[in-house]
């Protein structure tokens, strides 16, 4: 069993930037990736971006440029920092862990993109 225990978000101007971190404790063993998804209202869950335990990173092209995923400062820890926000931007982030069949979801963080 794995929890992830997420932070940051909030409210933004467009153009603003946000970091979000995410912490996942349990039984974690060997290689895995963590990520985030996001998901906006009326829309269905999608990547932005993971990387994996070893540190590659992997990004959608919403997420190039504009996105940087990174190992954390603690073990297990992945954060997202975001840049030049957009109002598409707005969605609710979840954080993501996987292993081979096993997979574990955040509760979400909220990221609204508004002037």
């Known amino acids: 069993q794995v929890q992830l225990v997420e932070s940051g978000g909030g409210l933004v101007q467009p153009g603003g930037s946000l970091r979000l971190s995410c912490a996942a404790s349990g039984t974690i063993v060997g290689f895995y990736s963590m990520g985030w998804y996001r998901q906006a209202p009326g829309k269905q869950r999608e990547l932005v971006a993971t990387i994996t335990s070893r540190g590659f990173p992997n990004y959608t092209d919403s997420a190039k440029g504009r996105f940087t995923i990174s190992r954390g400062n603690a073990e297990n820890a992945v954060g997202l920092q975001m840049n030049n926000l957009k109002p598409d931007d707005t969605a609710v982030y979840y954080c993501?862990?996987?292993?081979?069949?096993?997979?574990?979801w955040g509760q979400g963080t909220q990221v609204t993109v508004s002037s």
């Open positions: 993501n862990w996987r292993q081979y069949s096993s997979e574990y």
